[in-house]
């Protein structure tokens, strides 16, 4: 079914998860920007690192796109994976130390509420691969690609690993629920 709302032609009511997972590329989006304006304010010393961080923003927005347009699976797939090669990129970016590879979590997450019961496969492959991406990259990420003053970098981990957190709260309230058999 498609919502013909002018301006939505092509929406899909049908795919809740699509429009959660859209939903999701689209708040991470919209936070791109406004990602460095924090770090300026609490890890000065990374600030000019922290600008890289925006670079993957139009990975969000196709993602958004997808959902839009009625391409669900795509939507939610790359939901998934450009949250994952976005955490990855901005780890090595911003070193070990900036607690970035706590957005990983949030990508379990989305790996394990993004898929139906008949894609159950391709979820328990990718919340596997991206564990396993947990565990070998944990405590092995160098240092960031600028010198970061230490108190920034307690700064920026706390900043990173707030920020996960708040993005797997936003996820477990903007997923739908499964409805209860009767």
């Known amino acids: 079914m498609f919502i013909n709302k002018p301006g939505q032609e092509g929406v899909r ?4 998860l699509g429009g959660a997972a859209g939903a999701t590329a689209l708040v991470l989006a919209l936070n791109k920007p406004v990602y ?3 770090v300026w304010f609490l890890a000065e010393s ?6 890289l961080t925006a670079l993957t923003m139009p990975l969000y927005l196709a993602v958004w796109h997808l959902s839009r347009i009625g391409k669900g699976r ?34 379990l997450m989305l790996a394990g ?13 990718l919340v596997a691969a991206i564990f396993v ?16 003053a230490a108190n920034d970098m307690r700064s920026l981990a706390f900043l990173n690993v707030t920020g996960a957190a708040a993005l797997a709260a936003f996820i477990m309230l903007r997923f739908p629920r499964a409805e209860r058999p009767e």
């Open 36 to 38: 460095p304006l924090y």
């Open 74 to 107: 795509a939507a939610r797939l790359g939901m998934v994976i450009v949250g994952v090669v976005d955490t990855l990129a901005i780890a090595f970016v911003l070193g070990g130390e900036s607690e970035t590879l706590a957005f990983l979590f949030a990508c």
């Open 13 to 16: 009511r049908d795919d809740p």
């Open 113 to 125: 509420l993004s898929f139906y019961r008949t894609e159950v496969w391709l979820s328990r492959g």
């Open 46 to 51: 990374a600030f000019h690192l922290s600008l």
């Open 133 to 148: 991406l947990f565990v070998v990259l944990e405590g092995r990420i160098g240092a960031p690609l600028m010198p970061v």
